[in-house]
């Protein structure tokens, strides 16, 4: 299983960055698919997720209305459109894969919900 993110980088508060994921190694319409961050000093979290079940997207309250997720079964990638980016959006981002076919653990706060994740983008919002 290989999930390799890239597109992060820096912006100031209210700017935008596209990232992208390349999946490879497992059928992606088996799990539910998405991104989940690490900002210092905290937990992971999951912050949006595609479900595999039904297709439908799912955010954290906190970035909902500003990051748009989607997959692309014919490139294998998932991507991530963050808008009007804030300091606390600051973090790692990871893209990941959950245990379930759909999103009903992404947002639970436990680790063990995404079975697989790759190296990170660090994503910088600062003025």
């Known amino acids: 299983v290989q999930l390799q993110a890239s597109g992060g980088g820096s912006v100031q508060p209210g700017g935008s960055l596209a990232l992208s994921c390349e999946a490879s190694?497992?059928?992606?319409?088996?799990?539910?698919l998405g991104w989940i961050r690490q900002a210092p000093g905290k937990e992971r979290e999951g912050v949006a997720c595609?479900?595999?079940?039904?297709?439908?997207?799912h955010y954290a309250d906190s970035v909902k209305g500003r990051f748009t997720i989607s997959k692309d079964y014919a490139k294998n990638t998932i991507d991530l459109q963050m808008n009007s980016l804030k300091p606390e959006d600051t973090a790692v981002y990871y893209c990941a894969r959950d245990i379930l076919i759909d999103c009903s653990t992404w947002f639970s706060g436990d680790e063990d919900a995404f079975s697989d994740w790759g190296r990170g983008t660090q994503v910088t919002v600062s003025s």
């Open positions: 190694g497992f059928v992606l319409n088996h799990w539910a």
């Open positions: 595609v479900s595999s079940h039904d297709g439908s997207t």
